[in-house]
C-alpha cells in the first residue's frame, strides 16, 4: 500500500524547492478561465472542470526533477494505491510560450484514481528557451521518473507520455524518437526515456503541411521562421521520426483540422507496419475541449481505454 511509502522522501521532494530560486518571468497569457470566457459565446453549455481528490490518489505538488543555474524544474506526482502502475506523463499545452502544469490536474487526478502513477511535468518555454531544450526537459522527467519507480509505485516498461495542443506536439515528438541521443542531453541518471504509448490530443504532427498554419508561436519556439530554419521545422515535426518503432499512439481532435496536420500520413506508416492507433474526435467542440464539460468524461474515457489496452494492465 501507499502508506509504506518513505514520507522522509517525499518531505525531501518537496523542501528541495523551497530554497529554489525562481527568476524567469513566466507568460501567463493562457489560462483556463480565459479559454471558459472565450470559448462561452460558441459553446453556451460549457463548464470548466474542477479537480476532484480521489482516496486511492496521494498527491504530491512541486517535486524538483531538475535543476538548472538559476532555477529548478518541478512535477506534480498522482500516484495510486496501488503497486506496480503503468506512468503516464502529462505535457501540458499553451502555443510552447505559455500555460502550466496545474491545467493537468483534473485529467491527471482522474486517470490516477483508475490505476495509474500520473505525472504533470513543468518544463522550460520559448520566453526562457528554444527547441530543442523543452524536449530535454521532458525526457529528463522521464528519466527521474523512473528513477524513483519505487517509491512512485510505477512499473517503468509501462509508460505512456500524453500531451495537449503544443504540449500534445512535444509529446508526440518525445515518442517517436525514443532512445534517440539527439533529443537527449547527459544526465545523472542511467534510465531509459522510452515510452510505450502516445495520446495526443489536438497537437500537429508536422509543422510544414497543407493542414498545418503553425506561424508566430512556432517561430518563437523553433528560433525562426519556416524559410529561415527549415531543417529544424522538420526535425521538431513526429511525422519526420515516425517509423517501425513508434509506439501506438491515440489521436484526440477538435473540429479544427490545423491541428490534425499530419496525422493521415503518420497513420499510413504506422498501418505499414502494423502498429496500432485509434482516433477520436470531437465534431462540435472548441480546441482545449480537455479542460470543459461537457467534453472532459469522454476524454478521459478514450484515454482509459486506449490505455488499458496498449500498456496491458489488465493482464497484470
Avoid at 144 to 158: C, E, G, P, V
Avoid at 186 to 199: D, G, N
Avoid at 236 to 263: M, V, W
Avoid at 284 to 296: A, G, I, K, Q, V
Wanted: proline letters at 4%; aromatic letters at 12%.
Amino acid at each position: 500500500m501507499y502508506k509504506s511509502i518513505s514520507y522522509s522522501f517525499i518531505f525531501l521532494l518537496n523542501i528541495s524547492t523551497v530554497f529554489a530560486f525562481q527568476s524567469i518571468q513566466k507568460d501567463t497569457s493562457y489560462t483556463v478561465a480565459g479559454s471558459y470566457k472565450k470559448y462561452k459565446k460558441d459553446f453556451p453549455q460549457i463548464e470548466i472542470v474542477k479537480s476532484q481528490q480521489s482516496q486511492n490518489v496521494f498527491k504530491t505538488k512541486n517535486i524538483t526533477y531538475k535543476t538548472l543555474e538559476n532555477r529548478t524544474l518541478c512535477l506534480d506526482a498522482f500516484i495510486n494505491t496501488s503497486e506496480n502502475n503503468p506512468a503516464v506523463i502529462l505535457v501540458h499545452g499553451g502555443g510552447w510560450k505559455s500555460g502550466n502544469k496545474s491545467h493537468m490536474t483534473p485529467m491527471a487526478q482522474h486517470i490516477a484514481s483508475l490505476g495509474y502513477s500520473c505525472f504533470a511535468v513543468e518544463y522550460r518555454l520559448s520566453d526562457e528557451v528554444q527547441y530543442p531544450k523543452g524536449i530535454y526537459d521532458i525526457k529528463q522527467a522521464i528519466q527521474y521518473i523512473k528513477s524513483n519507480a519505487k517509491q512512485f509505485h510505477l512499473d517503468t516498461t509501462r509508460v505512456a507520455i500524453l500531451g495537449t495542443s503544443s504540449g500534445a506536439q512535444m509529446a508526440t515528438l518525445v515518442g517517436t524518437t525514443n532512445n534517440n541521443p539527439k533529443f537527449e542531453e547527459k544526465t545523472e541518471y542511467s534510465t531509459s526515456t522510452s515510452v510505450q504509448a502516445i495520446v495526443n490530443l489536438d497537437g500537429v504532427l508536422a509543422f510544414v503541411h497543407p493542414k498545418s498554419s503553425e506561424g508566430k508561436m512556432a517561430s518563437w519556439w523553433l528560433g525562426g521562421t519556416s524559410k529561415e530554419k527549415p531543417e529544424t521545422w522538420k526535425e521538431a515535426s513526429a511525422l519526420t521520426h515516425t517509423d517501425k518503432n513508434t509506439p501506438p499512439i491515440l489521436f484526440i481532435s477538435s473540429q479544427y483540422e490545423r491541428f490534425q496536420a499530419g496525422r493521415e500520413d503518420m497513420i499510413k506508416i504506422l498501418d505499414k507496419h502494423n502498429i496500432y492507433s485509434q482516433v477520436e474526435n470531437f465534431p462540435d467542440s472548441p480546441h482545449t475541449f480537455w479542460l470543459f464539460h461537457p467534453w472532459f468524461n469522454d476524454t478521459v474515457n478514450y484515454i482509459s481505454t486506449f490505455l488499458d489496452k496498449t500498456l496491458k494492465k489488465d493482464k497484470e
